[in-house]
């Protein structure tokens, strides 16, 4: 069946003024009764025509389109939620294309910290790994932390360990960087060296070109939602920072009752602004739908408090949002009827 377009909860000024963008699914409901559903994201940021070259665009295209229709293809085959969002964002972290796993932005010393997390909407169980230098697939390690121990958050040299003994893979530093993480790094220090130490925002100009992360939401034939999110972080982060996404309702939620969001964005201010729990309790508390949630959030909230970024988010009706307010979101959702919708800029809808 189709998927058609859900009202703005916005008026036209207010989604003008929040220079802001938003796409929405929704599903008519009818004969399946139990719809599947699958969105990814790759990264909010500084994106633009002028500054993506158009082979680079086309990579960045065919790759969103591939990762969405893997995690979709195992929902066709009967798999889990779960299952799915993994599939996605270990094909993330290994492409080398987005800041995640391979692909990592560097820090301000020149390595790669990476941190993951993910949530069974079933069981509102979860898992989370942060500030890891050797696991070569965060978001397994995350998987890990959730079923094969009691914990929800590992970091550092312990969490490494931890997954050495669950049989992950290990790898070097120095598999992570790549020569564009690299250049991008030059250019943030080169930009921040002409702000203030301490700034409350931050110019859309010197925005890292690969803000925030990759991620997954995902809604299985069983009815269960699952959501992930896995990053390299903020170009030029120091002191051991860590951001959204490894934080269990701020970048990452899921709940069978409402929905499963995956964030991407400034962290200081996803994690502040509590964003992805924020949207499931406006849903549980105030009887919001799921594109009046995820637009009051981040359209509204975060554009007020000075946050950029966005998400992707499902309900347990199979509706989809990924609204976001920064230039550009890497994006891409399967909805009900199959057809694939892949986009980066605000024109892309």
């Known amino acids: 069946m189709p998927l058609t377009p859900l009202p703005s909860a916005l008026s036209r000024r207010a989604f003008l003024t929040a220079?802001?963008?938003?796409?929405?699914?929704?599903?008519?409901?009818?004969?399946?009764?139990?719809?599947?559903?699958?969105?990814?994201?790759?990264?909010?940021?500084?994106?633009?025509?002028?500054?993506?070259?158009?082979?680079?665009?086309?990579?960045?295209?065919?790759?969103?389109?591939?990762?969405?229709?893997?995690?979709?293809?195992?929902?066709?085959?009967?798999?889990?939620?779960?299952?799915?969002?993994?599939?996605?964002?270990?094909?993330?972290?290994?492409?080398?294309?987005?800041?995640?796993?391979?692909?990592?932005?560097?820090?301000?010393?020149?390595?790669?910290?990476?941190?993951?997390?993910?949530?069974?909407?079933?069981?509102?169980?979860?898992?989370?790994?942060?500030?890891?230098?050797?696991?070569?697939?965060?978001?397994?390690?995350?998987?890990?932390?959730?079923?094969?121990s009691p914990h929800v958050l590992l970091t550092g040299v312990g969490a490494e360990t931890f997954a050495a003994e669950q049989g992950l893979t290990l790898v070097s530093p120095k598999y992570f960087g790549t020569e564009e993480g690299r250049r991008e790094l030059e250019r943030v220090k080169a930009e921040e060296s002409k702000r203030p130490k301490v700034a409350q925002s931050v110019p859309a100009e010197a925005l890292p070109r690969k803000l925030g992360t990759v991620g997954a939401v995902a809604l299985d034939a069983q009815g269960n939602l699952?959501?992930?999110?896995?990053?390299?972080?903020?170009?030029?982060?120091?002191?051991?920072?860590?951001?959204d996404a490894p934080i269990i309702g701020a970048g990452t939620y899921a709940d069978n009752a409402t929905c499963a969001i995956s964030c991407t964005g400034h962290g200081e201010y996803f994690i502040r602004s509590?964003?992805?729990?924020?949207?499931?309790?406006?849903?549980?508390?105030?009887?919001?739908?799921?594109?009046?949630?995820?637009?009051?959030?981040?359209?509204?909230?975060?554009?007020?408090?000075?946050?950029?970024?966005?998400?992707?988010a499902l309900d347990r009706a199979g509706n989809i949002a990924m609204p976001f307010n920064s230039p550009g979101m890497f994006r891409a959702a399967i909805g009900a009827d199959g057809k694939v919708f892949v986009g980066i800029y605000r024109e892309d809808g």
């Open 274 to 312: 509590v964003v992805a729990h924020d949207v499931a309790a406006l849903m549980a508390y105030k009887g919001l739908s799921l594109a009046e949630a995820t637009q009051e959030v981040v359209l509204r909230k975060l554009v007020a408090f000075g946050g950029l970024g966005g998400l992707v």
């Open 226 to 243: 699952a959501a992930g999110t896995s990053t390299g972080g903020m170009t030029n982060k120091r002191f051991g920072r860590v951001g």
């Open 19 to 148: 220079t802001a963008a938003t796409t929405v699914f929704a599903v008519i409901r009818g004969a399946e009764a139990k719809p599947i559903a699958f969105a990814i994201h790759g990264g909010a940021g500084g994106i633009s025509k002028d500054s993506t070259p158009p082979e680079r665009e086309a990579l960045y295209r065919a790759k969103l389109a591939a990762v969405v229709t893997a995690g979709h293809n195992v929902l066709k085959r009967g798999g889990s939620a779960l299952d799915a969002v993994v599939t996605a964002i270990v094909m993330m972290e290994d492409s080398g294309v987005f800041n995640a796993g391979k692909g990592s932005v560097f820090t301000s010393a020149g390595t790669c910290e990476l941190d993951a997390s993910i949530m069974d909407g079933a069981t509102r169980a979860a898992g989370a790994v942060a500030g890891v230098k050797r696991i070569k697939n965060p978001i397994r390690a995350a998987r890990a932390v959730m079923e094969r």
